[in-house]
């Protein structure tokens, strides 16, 4: 395959950091980078519309760096969460729309929604009791089998998301801890030409059930259906679940923004050559990239980098869930008691515009990701414009500068511990004395 990519920027995050009065949401009309989200008539083929979207995206990443001209290795490692994300995503929004158009009446599809949640092997157990037209059994088997080899790992669409997940656990005397979970112990090399193939089968499987084409889909049959395998060549695999720089939550937020980035670079580039289809429909994958990376960055700094107790930290992570404005008020106190400047303390006010901004717009994480609401109520019931480099630029300014704020506060803790080690270190000298 002919690599695209060549020139693509070696470095694909810049230094950009929040501007006073910026508004994510203006834009210039004249603009070739103009994207217009058409407001929502057909959930079923909004639905449509947005596996298509996800899926594009998981398919421009995957091949950006499958076919680098040299293959970056921490790239394949870290891409690997967001590209799992996007691909699992594309295959739940083509389940649901093919059970949205099964089913018309309103209150049916809230009941829908809400029994099956995110589960691929529930929504795909309800369509076989809910659809007339089916898949071939041999299809239908394939997918079942994976489907359910998916479910044990990622049921609930967040093992991909965020580096664990936060448990309760309770203890003989009725009270309990929280603990964590993380989706890899162990250092696993993943065949990431295999994870991708199996999901691009999938969704043609459930693109030709939807659109009831009558094609038979064959990539499926070369295909193991199981979720994850190891192996595969050296420059193809994702290595996965050992430490990082940065812990936990490193090569998260970083293959998030990076993602999220190229996205906005290759939509730049294909604009500027005069091909205005992609903006479109990498528009809202890209924001949810940016969104997500915002929550892991405020997450990482309240997690990694406060001294707080474990237990506290877990229930307020667990409270604020995807809100923007809670995680950010519980980090800025923080980042106010590191501030050196009157200046500095100053452009938390500028962060504080930005989080909000944001928040008012996405509260739950749902609105860059699902056309609807959980009482199925379209997000956008007018035609809305955005300017897509103006937006991707506005998110990335945030992710530097909470990325900034978390690199202070690593290094004014570090200072702490280095200055109460030598300090040990002098009391058990004179105590030896």
Same mark, same amino acid.
């Given at each position: 395959m002919?690599?695209?990519?060549?020139?693509?920027p070696i470095?694909?995050?810049s230094i950009?950091?929040?501007?006073?009065?910026?508004?994510?949401?203006?834009?210039?009309?004249?603009s070739?980078?103009?994207i217009?989200i058409?407001?929502?008539t057909?959930?079923e083929?909004?639905?449509?519309e947005?596996?298509k979207s996800?899926?594009e995206?998981?398919h421009?990443?995957?091949?950006f760096?499958?076919?680098e001209?040299?293959p970056?290795?921490?790239?394949l490692d870290?891409?690997?969460?967001?590209?799992?994300?996007l691909?699992?995503h594309?295959?739940?929004?083509?389940?649901?729309? =093919?059970?949205?158009?099964?089913?018309?009446?309103? @209150?049916? &599809?809230?009941?829908?929604i809400r029994?099956?949640?995110? %589960?691929? $092997?529930?929504?795909l157990?309800?369509l076989e009791?809910?659809?007339?037209?089916?898949?071939?059994?041999?299809?239908?088997?394939?997918?079942r089998?994976l489907?359910t080899? =998916?479910?044990?790992v990622d049921k609930?669409s967040? @093992?991909f &998301?965020?580096p664990f997940?936060i448990?309760?656990?309770? %203890?003989? $005397?009725g009270s309990?801890r929280f603990?964590?979970?993380?989706?890899?112990?162990?250092?696993?090399?993943?065949?990431l030409?295999?994870?991708?193939?199996?999901?691009?089968a999938a969704?043609?499987?459930?693109?030709?059930?939807y659109?009831d084409s009558g094609?038979?889909?064959v990539e499926?049959k070369e295909?193991?259906?199981v979720?994850i395998?190891?192996g595969?060549?050296?420059y193809a695999?994702?290595v996965?679940?050992?430490r990082?720089?940065?812990?936990d939550f490193y090569p998260y937020?970083?293959?998030?923004?990076e993602?999220?980035n190229?996205l906005?670079?290759f939509?730049?580039k294909?604009?500027d050559?005069?091909?205005?289809l992609?903006?479109?429909r990498?528009?809202?994958?890209?924001c949810?990239l940016?969104?997500?990376?915002v929550?892991l960055?405020l997450?990482?700094?309240?997690f990694?980098?406060?001294?707080?107790?474990?237990q506290?930290?877990?229930?307020?992570?667990?409270?604020?869930?995807?809100?923007?404005?809670?995680?950010w008020e519980?980090?800025?106190?923080?980042?106010?008691?590191?501030?050196?400047s009157d200046e500095?303390r100053?452009y938390l006010?500028?962060?504080?515009d930005?989080?909000?901004?944001?928040?008012?717009i996405?509260?739950?994480?749902n609105?860059?990701r699902?056309p609807?609401?959980n009482?199925?109520?379209?997000?956008f019931s007018?035609?809305k414009h955005?300017?897509?480099?103006h937006?991707g630029?506005f998110?990335?300014?945030?992710?530097?500068?909470?990325?900034g704020?978390?690199?202070?506060?690593n290094?004014i803790?570090e200072y702490k511990?280095?200055?109460?080690?030598?300090?040990?270190?002098m009391?058990?000298e004179?105590?030896?004395e």
């Amino acid at each position: 395959m002919r690599n695209e990519y060549t020139d693509a920027p070696i470095s694909l995050t810049s230094i950009r950091h929040p501007k006073k009065d910026k508004k994510l949401t203006e834009f210039d009309k004249h603009s070739k980078y103009l994207i217009k989200i058409v407001a929502t008539t057909s959930l079923e083929s909004k639905l449509d519309e947005y596996a298509k979207s996800f899926y594009e995206a998981a398919h421009r990443i995957t091949e950006f760096i499958l076919y680098e001209e040299h293959p970056d290795t921490g790239k394949l490692d870290t891409f690997f969460f967001p590209i799992a994300f996007l691909y699992r995503h594309c295959i739940e929004l083509g389940l649901k729309a =093919i059970a949205f158009r099964c089913l018309d009446n309103k @209150s049916d &599809r809230i009941r829908f929604i809400r029994d099956t949640r995110h %589960d691929l $092997f529930e929504l795909l157990r309800r369509l076989e009791l809910l659809c007339d037209h089916l898949p071939q059994e041999g299809e239908l088997e394939w997918l079942r089998k994976l489907f359910t080899d =998916i479910s044990i790992v990622d049921k609930e669409s967040d @093992s991909f &998301r965020y580096p664990f997940h936060i448990n309760w656990e309770k %203890d003989i $005397f009725g009270s309990g801890r929280f603990t964590i979970k993380r989706v890899f112990d162990e250092q696993t090399p993943i065949d990431l030409v295999k994870f991708a193939n199996k999901f691009e089968a999938a969704y043609e499987i459930i693109r030709n059930w939807y659109h009831d084409s009558g094609e038979k889909s064959v990539e499926w049959k070369e295909l193991n259906p199981v979720f994850i395998e190891i192996g595969g060549y050296y420059y193809a695999q994702s290595v996965v679940g050992y430490r990082y720089r940065r812990n936990d939550f490193y090569p998260y937020t970083r293959s998030y923004l990076e993602c999220a980035n190229f996205l906005k670079w290759f939509c730049k580039k294909q604009a500027d050559e005069g091909i205005s289809l992609y903006c479109n429909r990498l528009f809202l994958p890209m924001c949810y990239l940016y969104r997500n990376c915002v929550e892991l960055n405020l997450k990482a700094i309240w997690f990694e980098e406060i001294t707080e107790d474990f237990q506290v930290k877990c229930k307020i992570m667990l409270d604020h869930k995807h809100s923007i404005h809670g995680l950010w008020e519980k980090v800025r106190p923080y980042a106010l008691e590191a501030s050196i400047s009157d200046e500095d303390r100053e452009y938390l006010n500028v962060i504080d515009d930005y989080c909000n901004q944001i928040h008012s717009i996405d509260s739950d994480a749902n609105k860059f990701r699902y056309p609807m609401a959980n009482n199925v109520q379209p997000y956008f019931s007018n035609n809305k414009h955005f300017d897509f480099i103006h937006v991707g630029d506005f998110f990335e300014e945030l992710n530097n500068i909470l990325d900034g704020i978390d690199c202070q506060l690593n290094t004014i803790n570090e200072y702490k511990a280095d200055m109460e080690g030598k300090h040990s270190n002098m009391s058990t000298e004179c105590m030896c004395e």
